[in-house]
C-alpha cells in the first residue's frame, strides 16, 4: 500500500505511449513485470523515496506494456512462432 501512495502523489507523470495496439493481452503483466524487476520492491522500498528514479521506473514500465501490445501473443496457436 506504501508504493500505491508514493506512486500517486508524483507530479507530472509519464503517460501512455501512442502505439498501434494489435494485442493488449499480457499488456498489463509486461509493466508489472519491469515494475517489479527495476524496483526491486519486494526487496528494499527506498526506491519510493527518489521521486526521480521512480519516474524512470515507471517510463520503462509503460515502454514495456506498450512494446507488448503491438504484436500478437498470449494465444496457444501463436506459440509455434516462437520456436
Not at 508504493?3 to 509493466?31: E, R
Not at 507488448?68 to 494465444?75: D, I, Q
Amino acid at each position: 500500500m506504501l508504493w500505491c501512495m508514493n506512486i500517486a502523489k508524483l507530479k507530472n507523470t509519464t503517460g501512455a505511449f501512442p502505439v498501434k495496439a494489435v494485442d493488449t493481452t499480457g499488456s498489463g503483466d509486461s509493466f508489472v513485470g519491469a515494475l517489479l524487476v527495476l524496483t526491486k520492491i519486494v526487496d528494499d522500498q527506498s526506491v519510493l523515496q527518489d521521486e526521480a528514479k521512480l519516474k524512470e521506473i515507471l517510463r520503462y514500465s509503460c515502454a514495456c506494456g506498450a512494446i507488448t501490445s503491438t504484436k500478437k501473443g498470449a494465444n496457444l496457436y501463436n506459440l509455434n512462432t516462437f520456436h
